[in-house]
C-alpha cells in the first residue's frame, strides 16, 4: 500500500511540461514467469514519460532448495518494489537500465521442518533488460538484475541454527507487458 501511495504522489513530477503526441504519460501492467514457476505470483504496474517510467511490483517467490544455503528450505519471499527505468530509446522499446528499492519479507524452515522463521530485508535493486514490442501494446523483456542487502535481518534463528540472508541475490526472467 506503502508503494502505491508513493508511485501516485511521483505522478505529478512525471506530468510536469506540456504534452505533445511523442511525450504523452503512458501507463502499463507487467507480469514475470518466474514468480509462477515457483508457485508464486507477480503483480505490476508502471507510469512513464519518454525515456522514464516508475514502477510498483508485488511478487511472491519460493526459491527451490538448490539456490538456499544447505540446511534450509521453505525459503518463501514476498517481495514490494519502487523501481525507475531508463529507456536508451523512447515509448519504452529496446534496452533499459533500472535501480530502485525492494523489501522481502521472508520466512524459512531448516531441513528438519521444526519451526519457521519469518525476517524481513530491505535491497538496493539494480537491473538491466530490453523490451521487444511484438505487438501495438504488447511486449516482452527479457531482464537480469541484483539485489544489494542494505537493511534489516543480518541472522535468523530456526531449531537451532542460524540463517545468514545473502548480501549478494541475483536474478534472471522474462516479463510479458501490456501499454495503455
Same mark, same amino acid.
Given at each position: ?9 511521483? @505522478? !505529478?513530477?512525471?506530468? $510536469? =511540461? ?14 514475470? %514467469?518466474? /514468480? ?11 507510469? #512513464? ?10 511478487? $511472491? &517467490?519460493?526459491? !527451490? ?6 540446511? %534450509? ?10 523501481? #525507475?527505468?531508463?529507456? *536508451?530509446? +523512447?515509448?519504452? +522499446? =529496446?534496452?533499459?537500465?533500472?535501480? #530502485? *528499492?525492494? @523489501? ?14 519469518? %525476517?524481513?530485508? &530491505? *535491497? *538496493?535493486? =539494480? ?6 514490442? %511484438?505487438? $501495438? ?27 545468514? !540472508?545473502?548480501? @549478494?541475490? /541475483?536474478?534472471?526472467?522474462? $516479463? ?5
Amino acid at each position: 500500500m506503502k508503494l502505491l501511495v508513493i508511485f501516485i504522489a511521483l @505522478l !505529478p513530477f512525471l506530468a $510536469k =511540461g506540456q504534452v505533445s503526441a511523442s511525450s504523452k504519460i503512458k501507463f502499463g501492467i507487467e507480469q514475470d %514467469f518466474l /514468480p509462477y514457476i515457483t508457485g508464486g505470483y507477480f503483480a505490476g504496474a508502471w507510469v #512513464g514519460k519518454n525515456h522514464i517510467r516508475v514502477r510498483v511490483l508485488t511478487a $511472491k &517467490v519460493n526459491k !527451490p532448495d538448490f539456490i538456499v544455503k544447505k540446511g %534450509f528450505t521453505n525459503n518463501e519471499v514476498k517481495a514490494y518494489a519502487i523501481v #525507475g527505468d531508463y529507456f *536508451l530509446q +523512447k515509448d519504452w +522499446k =529496446g534496452w533499459w537500465i533500472g535501480s #530502485g *528499492l525492494v @523489501l522481502w519479507n521472508s520466512s524459512i524452515q531448516s531441513e528438519q521442518k521444526i519451526n519457521t522463521a519469518s %525476517f524481513n530485508n &530491505v *535491497l *538496493l535493486n =539494480g537491473s538491466i533488460g530490453y523490451n521487444w514490442k %511484438f505487438a $501495438k501494446r504488447f511486449y516482452l523483456s527479457p531482464w537480469a538484475g541484483l539485489h544489494l542487502r542494505i537493511g534489516g535481518t543480518r541472522t535468523v534463528a530456526v531449531d537451532g541454527k542460524i540463517f545468514i !540472508p545473502p548480501l @549478494l541475490n /541475483p536474478e534472471a526472467s522474462l $516479463k510479458v507487458g501490456y501499454c495503455f
